[in-house]
């Protein structure tokens, strides 16, 4: 009786452990002591600004550091290497959030006050040199040649995908899903070389621009895409389908067109508008094969013809005497992309989710 | 009708099926089309570059090679750090959503960092040079004044921050999405029942995955590089704004005399190029896709290894 009451009282479970939450006690300690020595570095005229990334850094450093010696003491050491690296691995996610966050928040800021100006999506900047002007032409450039990328890409995409997996075997196929893997990988700007070279030899004209050459630069870009994507929808499809479909006495083509593409559309589709959304902000290509210019021209088998992407390039690179009216419509169009980008993504995820076949399951 | 008595029954051929099939097999040929095309318009159009005397080209270069070479130096190097710096940061950031964060939130995770991959390369571009260039040039010129004696660090620094670090850096975060996507899913791979021996035979979590994660994901994170290093070598406008560029060849990090990459030299030299320079420019870019050819070439045969065995577990 006496001599358990002389014992202290020790749990087996949690000796030798840190205490719980006692990581997170470091963390925000080690951010908390290094924010006020940049605080005092900033008061001694060290720096101009308070450093809030540097903190944040250098404080995540420290809890690193600390957070190793501490649970080597305590825990030992492979206990110490497995909350070190935690601690590391949590860390490089949050640097790859870091600038994400900085990219959306200072385009957005820069941004916004110069996109709501009405004149941004009803002028183009013909004669403009200062504060003026907006994005008008190189919207509805870039709507046209996406569009007309959109028509050639998607019948050849797609039928090729349905050669890949309902008729395609030997020599052939695996040739093309070769090529369509080294298509994925060709560079933007090589496109944009290509469709240039492949103009200039058909028309004779060294200064070849037009809507159409960046069409079909945008076209090799998009094809392996839609490719690749149909693909992996049609192979989807359950075999029992298309097998029902052939037992019924269906020729194949009907099968293919009739059970096994409506079965697939909201893969493909959604697949089409992520393809979509990554070439419409492609520069590269379009800056070489269709140019840019300051009015407005819808033509696209005629003339330089102007797109947002390369819009946002001039306005940052030909910066006129009031460099800031310039910088700040570079802003402007690059939030006016964004938004593009993502409305494509929000639809296409949101055709996935609500018209994807209930596989019975 | 009675006289075939061997015994198949042969499909009639429906001139639906003929058309619909020989419609797919002209679409997948047109691939192949495409492709030969790509290739032979560009080497026509930079034999003229190629074969050009001395004198004619641009930047006073005594042949194609000697001009091209600086450039393909910087293309590699400049895409080589950017790796230097992103395939750690992967990793972490693929072993973070398959096996750190809770299940719940992978997700939405996953699909914060796919956004990275939606922001077009123009808007890097621009935010590399407006913000990250004038944010990281205090660092720079700190690095340089206590590190400068390791060679990479040395020489004036730049004013600008335009230098080829804030390239590579820039760079890094547009391949992080593609690279952490397939480590991820190569990490999601790992037989279950791998991880599990593991940890009942007493290793921690980061034991486990350093004896059962990363051995199995190793194909998968060389492909993902390889297919992060095509898109880094390939990658124009980022480049083109940022960097400040010169005809040089040297290791310096942080001045302001960069060797510029293929890419970037085409965005920036082609709107004023005309005669033999639109050649040159051409033939450098057939030089740039031989060159992402080998490396997606890699990638793909990692890739493809990697599923022959995994068919086995």
């Given at each position: 009786m006496a001599v358990s009451v002389a014992r202290p009282m020790t749990n087996s479970l949690t000796t030798g452990r840190l205490p719980r939450g006692s990581v997170w006690m470091i963390l925000v300690g080690s951010w908390i002591l290094l924010g006020i020595v940049f605080l005092l570095v900033q008061m001694a005229?060290?720096?101009?600004?308070?450093n809030l990334v540097g903190a944040l850094f250098l404080g995540t450093v420290l809890f690193d550091i600390l957070v190793f010696t501490i649970a080597y003491l305590v825990e030992g050491g492979r206990q110490a290497r497995d909350r070190l690296a935690t601690s590391l691995i949590a860390t490089a996610f949050i640097i790859a959030l870091l600038p994400l966050i900085s990219l959306i928040y200072t385009v957005l800021l820069n941004g916004f006050a110069r996109m709501v100006q009405p004149s941004f999506f009803t002028e183009?900047?013909?004669?403009?040199?200062?504060?003026g002007g907006g994005a008008v032409h190189a919207i509805v450039g870039t709507l046209e040649i996406t569009g007309l990328a959109t028509v050639f890409s998607v019948p050849i995409g797609l039928l090729t995908s349905i050669y890949l997996v309902e008729y395609g075997k030997g020599q052939l196929a695996r040739t093309i899903t070769f090529l369509v893997d080294v298509m994925t990988g060709i560079p933007s700007i090589v496109a944009g070389l290509f469709a240039y070279a492949f103009f200039v030899l058909l028309?004779?004209?060294?200064?070849y621009r037009s809507g159409l050459g960046g069409a079909v630069a945008l076209s090799v870009l998009m094809i392996p895409v839609v490719v690749r994507s149909s693909e992996e929808m049609l192979k989807l499809v359950p075999n029992e389908l298309r097998e029902a479909s052939y037992a019924l006495g269906v020729p194949k083509w009907l099968t293919v067109l009739k059970i096994v593409l409506p079965t697939s559309a909201a893969g493909i589709t959604t697949g089409i508008m992520l393809s979509i959304a990554r070439v419409i902000g492609e520069t590269a290509p379009l800056l070489i094969v269709s140019g840019l210019t300051a009015s407005m021209n819808y033509?696209?088998?005629?003339g330089r013809i102007m797109t947002v992407p390369v819009f946002v390039y001039t306005q940052y690179a030909n910066q006129g005497a009031h460099q800031s009216d310039f910088v700040n419509r570079a802003w402007a169009a690059a939030l006016t992309l964004i938004l593009i980008v993502m409305l494509l993504n929000l639809i296409a995820r949101i055709i996935a989710r609500i018209f994807s076949p209930k596989l019975g399951r | 009708m009675t006289t075939e008595t061997t015994g198949v029954i042969k499909a009639r051929v429906r001139l639906g099926d003929r058309v619909f099939s020989t419609s797919t097999i002209v679409a997948g040929s047109l691939i192949l089309v495409v492709l030969a095309a790509v290739a032979v318009f560009l080497v026509v159009q930079s034999i003229p570059a190629i074969v050009a005397k001395p004198g004619?080209?641009?930047?006073?270069?005594?042949n194609f090679w000697a001009y091209v070479w600086p450039l393909v130096f910087g293309t590699v190097w400049a895409a080589a750090i950017a790796l230097v710096i992103s395939i750690p940061i992967s990793i972490g950031v693929a072993l973070f959503i398959?096996?750190?964060?809770?299940r719940r939130l992978a997700q939405g995770l996953g699909y914060i960092i796919d956004l990275l991959a939606a922001v077009p390369s123009v808007v890097f571009g621009l935010w590399g040079v407006l913000v990250l260039a004038r944010a990281i040039q205090p660092f720079f010129v700190w690095l340089n004044a206590n590190f400068g004696w390791i060679p990479l660090f040395g020489g004036t620094v730049s004013g600008?921050?335009?230098t080829v670090l804030t390239v590579a850096i820039v760079l890094a975060v547009m391949v992080l999405p593609i690279m952490t996507a397939v480590c991820r899913e190569v990490f999601l791979q790992t037989p279950r029942l791998h991880e599990e021996a593991a940890l009942a035979l007493g290793a921690t979590r980061w034991e486990m995955i350093r004896t059962a994660v990363l051995p199995f994901g190793r194909p998968g994170i060389i492909s993902a590089s390889m297919l992060g290093l095509g898109r880094a070598l390939g990658e124009t406008l980022a480049v083109a704004m940022v960097l400040s560029p010169a005809v040089v060849i040297n290791f310096?990090?942080?001045?302001?005399q960069n060797p510029n990459t293929i890419a970037s030299n085409i965005a920036l030299q082609f709107p004023e190029a005309s005669g033999i320079g639109i050649n040159t420019l051409i033939a450098s870019g057939l030089v740039l896709f031989v060159i992402t050819f080998i490396v997606n070439a890699i990638a793909r045969f990692a890739i493809n290894r990697r599923k022959a065995f995994s068919g086995a577990n």
């Open positions: 005229g060290g720096t101009k600004q308070y183009s900047m013909r004669n403009v040199l200062d504060a028309t004779g004209n060294v200064g033509n696209l088998f005629d | 004619t080209l641009p930047n006073a270069a005594p398959s096996h750190y964060a809770p600008t921050g335009k310096f990090l942080l001045t302001s």
